[in-house]
């Protein structure tokens, strides 16, 4: 464990759901909303916003962006996963890189951080219309086409 002070880079993805704003960005498995022009921070009922090591918690990336694909693709078999524990609905799906900051533990597939904010997007259908709005909510750069792989 230790505390990050240049920022990580990973890749991780995520569900784009129509939030009460504009099109939101949110987490795959955990129901969180990540807010726009502002870290997201992490949040254990144990821990709170530090990720410990020994447990699951912090905002978790992958190290290579074919990590975080497989990680959709291998959801997408299990569950219906436009449908999955989530009231909205989703428009769309986004892969990209991500920073992260604060504590932070790191391990041999990605890393876990206190603080997380979207670096850039790629949404894996294209959408040119989606990909703007999600770039001028958050202001990033959103491509509406995929990473080449
Ligand atoms: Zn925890």
Redesign the pocket.
């Known amino acids: 464990m230790n505390v990050v002070q240049e920022p990580l880079l990973g890749w991780r993805g995520w569900q784009v759901v129509e939030g009460r704003h504009g099109p939101a960005l949110a987490s795959w498995w955990v129901d969180a909303v990540w807010p726009a022009r502002r870290p997201l921070e992490a949040r254990?009922?144990?821990?709170?916003s530090?990720?410990?090591a020994h447990?699951?918690?912090?905002i978790h990336a992958f190290s290579a962006r074919d990590e975080a694909l497989a990680y959709l693709h291998r959801t997408h078999d299990s569950v219906p996963l436009l449908f999955c524990r989530r009231p909205q609905r989703a428009l769309a799906v986004a892969i990209g890189r991500v920073s992260g900051w604060g504590r932070a533990v790191t391990h041999r597939r990605g890393w876990r951080s206190e603080f997380a904010y979207p670096y850039d997007l790629f949404l894996l259908e294209r959408d040119d219309g989606l990909a703007r709005a999600v770039a001028d909510r958050y202001a990033v750069d959103v491509s509406a086409l995929p990473p080449i792989r």
């Open positions: 254990c009922g144990v821990h709170g530090r990720p410990a447990h699951a918690c912090g």
